[in-house]
């Protein structure tokens, strides 16, 4: 009575996963890290040379908003501008009005050669302006 060939059913024992591979991922975020340590740090590079003088004490400082550098020359850079003395107290107020109400670092650093006049000049431009909390930058003495 049997009516025809009977089926058999083959069952599998492995069968396939779909796995996705992170390896790529991986390599992705490595180079991320990578990225932004080396931008990070090239930010807080500056470019005007100034040989700061030495000090016994001094206090490191995270990156500071603005930075004056007065050079050998005299020559006075803001932000790495380069800004004539005519012109300090206007770009000095035009700064105290960007960073109102605001916590920010104004940091000088002045060369060891530069004239002591120049540096009081721009520490006078910037109480005229008022801006009052700013910094001498120094070199430790290793």
């Known amino acids: 009575m049997s009516t025809g060939p009977k089926s058999f059913k083959i ?15 991986i390599d992705l975020v490595f180079l991320l890290v990578a990225f932004f340590m080396i931008t990070s740090s090239l930010k807080s590079q500056s470019v005007i040379s100034v ?47 960007k960073i109102k109400g605001k916590v920010s670092n104004v940091n000088i650093k002045g060369d060891k050669l530069a004239n002591y006049e120049t540096i009081v000049e721009v520490m006078d431009k910037l109480n005229q302006a008022g801006i009052s909390n700013f910094v001498l930058s120094t070199v430790g003495n290793d």
């Open 11 to 25: 069952e599998r024992k492995f069968q396939p996963r779909v796995q996705i591979d992170l390896t790529p991922l």
């Open 51 to 97: 040989d700061l003088p030495k000090a016994v004490q001094t206090q490191k400082k995270d990156l500071e908003d603005i930075v004056i550098s007065v050079t050998k020359n005299n020559e006075i850079y803001i932000n790495n501008v380069k800004c004539s003395k005519k012109m300090l107290i206007v770009k000095f107020k035009e700064i105290h009005e």
